[in-house]
T-cell receptor, first 114, second 113 residues
Framework: DAMVIQNPRYQVTQFGKPVTLSCSQTLNHNVMYWYQQKSSQAPKLLFHYYDKDFNNEADTPDNFQSRRPNTSFCFLDIRSPGLGDAAMYLC?????????????FGPGTRLTVL | ELKVEQNPLFLSMQEGKNYTIYCNYSTTSDRLYWYRQDPGKSLESLFVLLSNGAVKQEGRLMASLDTKARLSTLHITAAVHDLSATYFCAVDFGKSSGDKLTFGTGTRLAVRP
């Protein structure tokens, strides 16, 4: 039973063409995270929501935006994808920021930019 | 600066052998997590270590945490090919990091026959 679901699993877009990635969760967790992971690197946090509270990382480009319309769903919008944005995008959830529980990761969306 | 370092970065080991992956971190924390990632896949939680001296075991993997030394180890016993993956440790530094995880660089493990 999938707990963190990401759609699509693979996304191909053209340079500069906006794209939206989707994440949903059945865990009812307060916190949802978006990570970017490039080949052979650790995941890099882009931003996270604690309930409706949005927290952007200082080095996340303005090109990346996020929306969380309700507890279950969170979206990552890339307004004008560049070649350097090609990566795996991982959504994760946890019960609260300082947690004794782990973060639960979705399967990821692999983004290709042509 | 909040840093998490893993070594080795790459480990090629023979089936049946034992080895240890090390995770050092820069400042006080008592919350450390280990994840496994298969090529092209997402991260899977392996262990959650929440206190000094914590030890967790699952199959051929055993993780421990020494908060005084700021060190966690992931020990592999009698490696099998199925353990080939990249292993990440991640540390929650609490308020000083904005209550987020700081990931290590990852250790890519290849188990050969």
């Amino acid at each position: 039973d999938a707990m963190v679901i990401q759609n699509p699993r693979y996304q191909v877009t053209q340079f500069g063409k906006p794209v939206t990635l989707s994440c949903s969760q059945t865990l009812n967790h307060n916190v949802m995270y978006w990570y970017q992971q490039k080949s052979s690197q650790a995941p890099k946090l882009l931003f996270h929501y604690y309930d409706k509270d949005f927290n952007n990382e200082a080095d996340t480009p303005d090109n990346f935006q996020s929306r969380r319309p309700n507890t279950s769903f969170c979206f990552l919008d890339i307004r004008s994808p560049g070649l350097g944005d090609a990566a795996m995008y991982l959504c994760a959830t946890s019960t609260r920021l300082v947690s004794t529980d782990t973060q639960y990761f979705g399967p990821g969306t692999r983004l290709t930019v042509l | 600066e909040l840093k998490v370092e893993q070594n080795p970065l790459f480990l090629s080991m023979q089936e049946g052998k034992n080895y240890t992956i090390y995770c050092n971190y820069s400042t006080t924390s008592d919350r450390l997590y280990w994840y496994r990632q298969d090529p092209g896949k997402s991260l899977e939680s392996l262990f959650v270590l929440l206190s000094n001296g914590a030890v967790k075991q699952e199959g051929r993997l055993m993780a421990s945490l020494d908060t005084k030394a700021r060190l966690s180890t992931l020990h592999i016993t009698a490696a099998v090919h199925d353990l080939s993956a990249t292993y990440f440790c991640a540390v929650d530094f609490g308020k000083s990091s904005g209550d987020k995880l700081t990931f290590g660089t990852g250790t890519r493990l290849a188990v050969r026959p």
